[in-house]
């Protein structure tokens, strides 16, 4: 059974450019969230979708968008990047039906921006 | 608004020897809590997590958590670390199932091993 699958698993961008990070659910997990974990940071809440929709945002400006796919698959998107965008950003399934039972993360991607 | 405090940045111990690790948080209601390990340059596995029930929850390699409300605290432990447990270790705390499944994570602890 195939975990959280993040693509790609590192990324070089320079400032101003665009970038679209993918995330794969675990099998029968719904509910896609989105964290940005800076270096010697906690993970920082981005946003979650649940059936297509975008349920919950953290306190990020709107640079930072997403959208999730019927097949529950989810993509973050970056506008205009910064050189704080740098960072691991990590994508978690979890099944909406059955509550909290803790993320599944996936092992995110680095990005840096230059 | 909810939040998590580890107030130890860094903790080394040597190999064998008891571990535990400092966990405060802020919720207005029944928190969820959980325990996040790190690998460097990984994602986050769940060590363990307290919904309800017995204060003191059970995890994965060894690990034992205690939940007081009193105190607002939810302490991991381990009583003979390996070298392998060195890694960096993230309390969070989230939403009540029904709602939204936020969850917030404190700014970590990592831990070293010495032989």
């Known amino acids: 059974d195939a975990g959280v699958t993040q693509s790609p698993t590192h990324l070089i961008k320079t400032r101003g450019q665009q970038v679209t990070l993918r995330c794969s659910p675990k099998?029968?997990?719904?509910?896609v969230s989105w964290y940005q974990q800076a270096l010697g940071q906690g993970p920082q809440f981005i946003f979650q979708?649940?059936?297509?929709?975008?349920?919950q945002r953290g306190n990020f400006p709107d640079r930072f968008s997403g959208h999730q796919f019927p097949n529950y698959s989810s993509e973050l998107n970056v506008n205009a990047l910064l050189l704080g965008d740098s960072a691991l950003y990590l994508c978690?399934?979890?099944?909406?039906?059955?509550?909290?039972?803790?993320?599944?993360f996936g092992s995110g991607t680095r990005l840096t921006v230059v | 608004a909810q939040s998590v405090t580890q107030p130890d940045i860094h903790i080394t111990v040597s190999e064998g020897a008891s571990l535990e690790l400092r966990c405060n948080y802020s919720?207005?209601?029944?928190?969820?809590l959980f325990w996040y390990v790190q690998s460097p340059g990984q994602g986050l596995q769940l060590l363990l997590k307290?919904?309800?029930?017995?204060?003191l929850v059970q995890g994965i390699k060894g690990f034992e958590a205690e939940f007081k409300r009193s105190q607002s605290s939810f302490n991991l432990r381990k009583p003979s670390v390996h070298w392998s447990d060195a890694a960096e270790y993230f309390c969070?705390?989230?939403?009540?199932?029904?709602?939204?499944?936020?969850?917030?994570f404190g700014t970590g602890t990592k831990l070293q091993v010495i032989p």
């Open positions: 307290y919904f309800s029930g017995d204060t």
């Open positions: 969070a705390v989230g939403a009540p199932p029904g709602g939204y499944q936020k969850v917030t």
């Open positions: 919720y207005g209601a029944t928190p969820y």
């Open positions: 979708y649940y059936e297509e929709e975008e349920r």
């Open positions: 099998s029968g997990h719904d509910t």
């Open positions: 978690a399934s979890s099944p909406q039906d059955r509550g909290i039972n803790g993320y599944t």
